[in-house]
């Protein structure tokens, strides 16, 4: 077994029979040399000033929301927007850009010259490997995200992995399939239950049939709420399972535990 894997639950994980394994976004499938804390810090500054400040006055201020946003990993892009909206009426402003101004800003990045990110090289070392070995042993590919799920979807496509991560596996918040609002732990009940039905298991049963693997504790947290679920750290040791410690995957380690019974 890999020195950068660590088992923590080891009974849990020895009985688990995986059938579906899926994947948190930023820092877990991909890490852009530009992160996604950056555009969302921004995004809170060009909301919050009212009038022109500086460019230093801007650069202190995005630094800050920076460490904000960085500090609270994990949360949907739902939850940021209701923070902002009341860091707004604080200043006696009401009415937030929307979610498409957010997409914009991406965009605004992605047209930069001097920003070429979410490309294939940002891939997080042996992802790729990994979601080709599940591919190929049967086990389904699901992306869970707090981020914003059509633009999730394109990124997918920027990163090349489209024909191994169908859209429609791709749950993300501003999903129109939950109508009473996202969470990763809504997300993952969906698939777990979609998945036993598929193969005609009782999930009643104590044993994992999917696997979360995610670099934050609400990520592991999700999985452990909903039962069923392998809580799989990528750098997060709480609530986790079994974790990750190496700059990338151990690919074999893993793919002994997750296949060993497929």
């Keep these: 077994m890999s020195r950068s894997l660590v088992v923590k639950n080891k009974e849990k994980v020895k009985e688990a029979n995986i059938l579906a394994v899926v994947f948190d976004f930023d820092d ?12 969302m810090a921004e995004f809170f500054v060009d909301n919050i000033n009212e009038n022109y400040v500086s460019i230093v006055k801007r650069e202190e201020q995005v630094a800050r929301y920076k460490k904000y946003i960085a500090n609270n990993a994990g949360l949907t892009l739902t939850k940021y927007m209701v923070k902002l909206q009341q860091l707004i009426q604080k200043k006696r402003r009401y009415g937030v850009r929307t979610v498409v101004y957010y997409r914009e800003k991406f965009d ?15 891939l997080v070392m042996g992802v790729r ?28 496509k920027k990163l090349n992995l489209e024909k191994i991560i169908r859209s429609e596996n791709i749950f ?29 298991l009782n999930i009643r049963s104590e044993k994992s ?15 452990q709420k909903v039962g069923n679920v392998l809580a799989v750290g990528f750098h997060q040791k709480q609530y ?23």
């Design 209 to 223: 049939i999917i696997c979360m693997i995610g670099d934050g504790k609400s990520d592991m947290q999700a999985a």
């Design 108 to 122: 605004e990045l992605w047209r930069s010259e001097t920003v070429n990110y979410y490309t294939p090289k940002d």
């Design 129 to 156: 490997s990994l979601l080709l070995q599940l591919m190929k042993n049967g086990i389904k590919i699901f992306v869970v995200t707090g981020g914003d799920r059509a633009h999730k979807v394109n990124l997918i």
């Design 172 to 200: 993300g918040d501003y999903d129109e399939r939950f109508p009473h609002g996202f969470s990763k732990k809504s997300a993952l009940q969906h698939i777990r239950d979609e998945v036993a039905k598929k193969n005609a």
């Design 240 to 262: 986790a399972d079994m974790y990750i410690m190496g700059k990338g995957y151990p690919v074999n380690a893993l793919v002994k535990i997750l296949v060993k019974r497929n």
């Design 28 to 39: 877990t499938l991909v890490c852009p040399p530009i992160e996604w804390q950056q555009v």
